[in-house]
Nanobody, 122 residues
Framework: QVQLVESGGGLVQAGGSLRLSCAAS????????MGWFRQAPGKEREFVAA????????YYVDSVKDRFAISRDNAKNTVYLQMNSLKPEDTAVYYC???????????????WGQGTQVTVSS
């Protein structure tokens, strides 16, 4: 089993930055694909970014490309999401997720954190 705990959310002004962290426990996530999802009030959950286990391939939804960066530190069993140039439409609860399968297949994620709120004011 993999347990995931997100941190780093908060309130920030438009144009600002936040770095989300996802700390894993229970087992090493070095071979797991890791993803970040978000859900805004009244909207469907959105697959935002992902990173593969070993080669470090990445995926980003178009709306965050060139603004967000996903990374991982397998020694710390932690995944990060650096969010720059934040916009009010980035406001959502952000969830970290893990899976053994392909990083860019959102339906495959089966381990989830509890989420962290990100609010971007205009």
């Amino acid at each position: 089993q993999v347990q995931l705990v997100e941190s780093g959310g908060g309130l920030v002004q438009a144009g600002g930055s936040l770095r989300l962290s996802c700390a894993a426990s229970g087992r090493s996530i070095s071979s797991y694909a890791m993803g970040w999802f978000r859900q805004a009030p009244g909207k469907e959950r959105e697959f935002v970014a992902a990173i593969s286990g070993s080669a470090g391939y990445t995926y980003y939804v178009d709306s965050v490309k060139d603004r967000f960066a996903i990374s991982r530190d397998n020694a710390k069993n932690t995944v990060y999401l650096q969010m720059n140039s934040l916009k009010p439409e980035d406001t959502a609860v952000y969830y970290c997720a893990a899976q053994r399968g392909y990083y860019n297949v959102p339906d495959g994620y089966n381990y989830w954190g509890q989420g962290t709120q990100v609010t971007v004011s205009s």
